[in-house]
C-alpha cells in the first residue's frame, strides 16, 4: 500500500501452528524499519526493543487456531518521496519443526509524493494562416498523493505568435506575462488534483510560411516531483500559405 509522511499505517500478522505436534514457547518478532514508529497493537506486545516489537505467545497446541494481531505505526514526516519500507515479522519456537521457510513475513510500505504534471494542445493545429488565431488549453495539477508545493509553471509563446488581449483564461490564477513569457505562480497543489486554462493568440505575419511553431510550458515545484517526465509539454503548430498573400506569376506569349 502506498501512504504518506505522518500517516498511521496498520499491519495484520496472523499465525498460527499447522503442524501435528504443540509448538512450544512461541515468540512473535516484528521488525518495523527505520521511518515507522511503533503506536500500539491490538494484543499489548512484551517487549519493544529499539524496532523490534516482541510478543510471547507460551504454547500453540497442534493445528490451533489463528493468532491475529494488528500493529499501528506512524510514517516518519522526513521519509523522502518514493521511499519503500519493508516491514520484517518472523515466529520462532523451542520445539523441532517440520519447514522455516514459513516463518518469515515481509509487508511493504511505499511512500508516496507529489507529481506535478501539464499536458498542452493547440486549435487548430494545421495550415494556421498567418493572421489567424489560435487557442493553446493546458491541462495542469498534480497526479501524487501528496500536495505539490510552491507550483511554478512557465508557457514560452513562439516568436510569431503573440498573446492577445485577455486572452488568457480563467484568471485567478493571475499570471505574469514579460513578452511572450508567461509565468504562474500556482501555490501548492492538492493530491490527484487537475485544472484547465486557455491561452488565446494569433499568428503574425512577421513568419515564413510552411513553418512549425513549437509551443514549450514547463511545471515545477519546490516539493519534489515523482516523475519528471510529465514536467514539459510541447504544442507544434503548422503556419501553412495564406493564398491572399503568395505570389502566383504567369506570362503567355504567341507570335
Not at 500517516?7 to 495484520?12: D, G, H, P, R
Request: a negative charge.
Amino acid at each position: 500500500p502506498e501512504a504518506r509522511p505522518g500517516q498511521m499505517v496498520t499491519f495484520t500478522i496472523a499465525g498460527a501452528n499447522i503442524g501435528g505436534a504443540q509448538a512450544e514457547n512461541v515468540v512473535v518478532t516484528d521488525t518495523l524499519p527505520a521511518g515507522l514508529h511503533f503506536v500500539g497493537a491490538s494484543r499489548a506486545p512484551d517487549a519493544v526493543l529499539g524496532q523490534e516489537v516482541i510478543w510471547k505467545l507460551g504454547d500453540l497446541e497442534r493445528d490451533s487456531g489463528l493468532v491475529a494481531i494488528e500493529v499501528v505505526a506512524l510514517v516518519g514526516t522526513q521519509l523522502p518521496a518514493s521511499t519503500t519500507l519493508t516491514n520484517t515479522v518472523v515466529v520462532r519456537g523451542d520445539t523441532a519443526e517440520l519447514t522455516h521457510l514459513n516463518n518469515t513475513a515481509y509487508a511493504r510500505v511505499h511512500i508516496g509524493g507529489p507529481d506535478p504534471f501539464v499536458v498542452k494542445r493547440v486549435q487548430p493545429r494545421y495550415s494556421v494562416l498567418l493572421g489567424q488565431r489560435v487557442t493553446y488549453t493546458v491541462n495542469y495539477g498534480n497526479l501524487g498523493s501528496m500536495p505539490a508545493l510552491g507550483v511554478v509553471m512557465t508557457d514560452i509563446l513562439p516568436a510569431g505568435v503573440s498573446l492577445l488581449p485577455n486572452g488568457i483564461q480563467p484568471i485567478p490564477p493571475v499570471p505574469n506575462v514579460a513578452g511572450n513569457v508567461i509565468t504562474w505562480s500556482l501555490g501548492d497543489l492538492p493530491p490527484f488534483s487537475l485544472y484547465t486554462l486557455t491561452i488565446q493568440a494569433q499568428v503574425t505575419g512577421t513568419i515564413q510560411h510552411s513553418t512549425t511553431l513549437l509551443n514549450n510550458v514547463y511545471i515545477w515545484s519546490k516539493s519534489g516531483d515523482l516523475n519528471p517526465n510529465n514536467n514539459v509539454a510541447v504544442a507544434p503548430l503548422h503556419v501553412g500559405q495564406n493564398p491572399q498573400t503568395c505570389t502566383d506569376v504567369s506570362a503567355d506569349k504567341t507570335l
